[in-house]
């Protein structure tokens, strides 16, 4: 049987799993920002220098393992139309809602909540 893995172990994994999407992001990232011009497919906004990391790649089919060497499977969202486009599909519930995210991959996101009813005590009643 195997034993439940520490908070440490936990924690290496998680690191591990976001330096693997980190890097796999960044190469078609990289090809994406070359492929395309630097504006939003959906609002339109046009992005440069600093602000160019405010967009972001979107595959169209909603697989990121999805990634041919035309990029035909992609199209560069700003931020916040890329998080309206995820939200839509989600309330939609079809692909690119929290329904089709690899569970391996679910637990790098993180709860700002979690712990929040142990940190939150009640105060004495007035």
């Known amino acids: ?3 439940p893995l520490t908070a440490a172990q ?3 994994i998680r690191a591990d799993l976001k330096k693997d999407i980190d890097l796999r ?11 395309f011009p630097h504006v939003c497919a959906r609002c339109g906004r046009q992005f440069e220098g ?3 990391r405010e967009l972001t790649v ?9 990634n041919p060497p035309d990029g035909s499977n992609w199209e560069l969202l700003c931020l916040y139309c890329h998080d309206d486009e995820h939200a839509a599909a989600h309330d939609r519930g079809g692909a690119g ?6 569970p391996r991959e679910r637990s ?9 009813d142990a940190l939150v005590k009640p105060g ?3």
């Open 25 to 35: 992001e960044r190469n078609y990232r990289d090809r994406a920002l070359k492929l």
């Open 50 to 52: 600093k602000r160019l």
């Open 124 to 126: 004495p009643a007035k």
């Open 108 to 116: 790098t996101i993180v709860n700002p909540f979690a712990n929040l």
């Open 10 to 12: 936990q924690a290496q």
């Open 1 to 3: 049987m195997n034993s």
């Open 97 to 102: 809602g929290s329904a089709t995210i690899d």
């Open 58 to 66: 979107h595959h169209k089919d909603q697989n990121f393992k999805n």
